[in-house]
Structure formats: structure tokens, C-alpha cells
């Protein structure tokens, strides 16, 4: 328990090192894509840096964010079944999202 | 529940326990405290911001006519106001979090400096924030 304690502390610093660059990344790409239209989208997602770029992005980010909200739900909610099905809810509702994101990426790129 | 105590009345903390954060209402509000509270904060915003953001992306892999849909949804007013605040929040919780880091690092510890170094991540999330909004707006454009 204790050694899990440790390393979630550490991914949660590890992310968010990887997430100070790709945020600025994404802030900057947002302004491009202010009100564009699919084709406008998937012209400049199928750059290869964007491509990859996004792909990390949300990757890092659901980790980061599914860490994060963890460390919350241990530090307020105390009620034991609460407790784990707030843990529960996190973890599905991350990965959910980040796969369906991805796959979103590589289908909009890829796709016909 | 009553709590367990030694023989001299030092409460006994069940190994199985893990220690509770502490009562925020027990401290007088200080820059310190309150943006501490306040990257917390901005960390679900942003988090439930992300599930916005995703759906977006995901919209856009269901063709032209559900993506424009959404484009239509964040194009409302109401809707350009929360990304004004998810933004803002963005903004305070990375230089915050690179705050952070440098704490972890061992760096700025002092309280002086983790006084300024407050009202600078405060001051500065702002003015990006407003940079970023006029940018995204053309403002620059249309000066030159
Ligand atoms: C949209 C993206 C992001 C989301 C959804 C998010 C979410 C969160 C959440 C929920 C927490 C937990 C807060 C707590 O335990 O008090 C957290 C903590 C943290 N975040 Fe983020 N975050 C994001 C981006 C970033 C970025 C870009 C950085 C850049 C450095 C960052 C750095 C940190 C750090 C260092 C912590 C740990 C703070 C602590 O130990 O109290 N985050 N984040």
C-alpha cells in the first residue's frame, strides 16, 4: 500500500512534467483551430507532429487527470463504499475516454 | 468509534488508518492556503473540462454533420464564457503546477518567496489568459 502510494505520487509529478510543454503545445494549436470545419480539422490533425503530439496529449493528460482526481476522492470521501466506487467511476470513466479519444484521432485521420 | 489511546492518553493510529488531510477551516485564509485549495479546484475543472474536450474530438469521428453541431455548441456565448474560465483555470493550474515541481525540486521553499512567487502565478495566469482570448478573437490581427 505504502510503495502505491509512492509511485502514484511520482506519476502524478511525471505527467505533470510531460504535460507543462504539450498544454503550452495545445494552447497554441487551440488558436488555430478556432471554429474550423471537419476538413479544416483533419487537414491539421494529419500533420505528423500534430498527429502524434494529440495523441500523447490525451493520453498524458486522462493519466495525469485520473491520478489527480484519485488523490481527491481519497483525501475527502471516507465512507469506505463511497470511497471505492469514486475510485471505481475514475478509473472507468478515464480509460473510457481516453480510448474512445484516441481511437477518435486515428479515425477522423484515417478514416474514409 | 472510540479512540484508542496508550497508557499515556497519545491516540493510537491504526496502521490500517491512513492520516486524514487537514481541516482547511482551522487556518485564516492566506495566499499559501488559499491557492493550494485553488489548484485543487482548478483540477476538476479541468478535469471535467477534458471530458468536454474529448467529446469534441470524439464528434468529429461520427462526420462533418455531428462535428458542426458541436462547433455550432461552443460557438453560443454561454459556452465561450465557461472556455473563458476553463482557460483561466488552465493557465493558473500549469504555472502552478510548474510551482510545484520546483517545490518538489526542493526550490522556493522560503516563504517569502512562496509568497511572490503566489502573486506571480496568480497575476500572470490573467494576463495570459487575456492574451490568449485576444489572439483567439484576432484582436492582434486586426491592429496590424
Ligand atoms: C487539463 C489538464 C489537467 C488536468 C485535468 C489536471 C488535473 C489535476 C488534478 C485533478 C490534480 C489533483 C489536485 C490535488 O491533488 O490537489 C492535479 C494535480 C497536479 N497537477 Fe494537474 N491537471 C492538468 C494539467 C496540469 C499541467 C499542465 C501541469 C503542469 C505542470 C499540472 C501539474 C500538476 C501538479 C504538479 C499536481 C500535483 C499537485 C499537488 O501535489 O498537490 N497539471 N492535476
Known sequence: ?112 | MGKKTNLVGEIIQDPKVKPLSPHLQVYRPQITSVLSITHRMTGVVLSVGSLGLASWIIAGAFGEQVFSVAQLIISYWISQLLLFAWTLCLFYHLLNGIRHLFWDAGKGLEISQVTWSGWFVVSSACVLNIIFWLIAYGFFAKLV
Open chain 1, 1 to 112: 500500500m505504502a510503495r502505491e502510494g509512492v509511485s502514484h505520487w511520482w506519476y502524478q509529478r511525471l505527467t505533470a512534467v510531460a504535460l507543462a510543454p504539450l498544454t503550452l503545445w495545445f494552447v497554441w494549436s487551440t488558436i488555430q483551430l478556432m471554429g474550423v470545419d471537419l476538413a479544416g480539422f483533419r487537414a491539421w490533425l494529419s500533420g505528423p507532429v500534430n498527429l502524434v503530439l494529440s495523441t500523447l496529449f490525451v493520453c498524458t493528460l486522462f493519466y495525469h487527470m485520473k491520478l489527480g482526481i484519485q488523490v481527491i476522492i481519497e483525501d475527502y470521501v471516507h465512507d469506505h463504499v463511497l470511497n471505492s466506487l469514486g475510485l471505481i467511476a475514475t478509473n472507468i470513466v478515464s480509460v473510457v475516454f481516453c480510448v474512445l479519444t484516441v481511437v477518435s484521432i486515428f479515425v477522423i485521420v484515417f478514416g474514409s
